[in-house]
Nanobody, 127 residues
Framework: QVQLVESGGGLVQAGGSLNLSCAAS????????MGWFRQDPGKEREFVAA????????HYADFVKGRFTISRDNAKNTVYLRMNSLKPEDTALYYC????????????????????WGQGTQVTVSA
């Protein structure tokens, strides 16, 4: 399986921006589509965004559309999440995760189908 390490989290004021990165290792990276999820203590894990390996197809949760952008650099085995116009309610631990490539789009939003997860990177947005 692929191993994932997130970075780029931090403390930012409302309206600010952060760039998260997820570095993948393992020779099977090309067989996975990738997603970002988040979880705040006491709340359920939420789907944030996903991207296919072999196409520019992207998917977003409604609450981040127009503010967040997911991208990937397959030559670097890295997935990114650019977060703009951050709000206090975006505060959470952000995880990247890998799902077998080519699953139906409806599956991309479901965390239980992802097979590898990083440790997470904390994002805190102050009011």
């Amino acid at each position: 399986q692929v191993q994932l390490v997130e970075s780029g989290g931090g403390l930012v004021q409302a309206g600010g921006s952060l760039n998260l990165s997820c570095a993948a290792s393992g020779h099977t990276y090309s067989t996975y589509d990738m997603g970002w999820f988040r979880q705040d203590p006491g709340k359920e894990r939420e789907f944030v965004a996903a991207i296919r390996y072999s196409s520019p197809s992207t998917h977003y949760a409604d609450f981040v559309k127009g503010r967040f952008t997911i991208s990937r650099d397959n030559a670097k085995n890295t997935v990114y999440l650019r977060m703009n116009s951050l709000k206090p309610e975006d505060t959470a631990l952000y995880y990247c995760a890998a799902v077998p490539s080519g699953v139906p789009s409806s599956i991309l939003r479901l965390g239980e189908h992802y097979v590898s997860w990083g440790q997470g990177t904390q994002v805190t947005v102050s009011a």
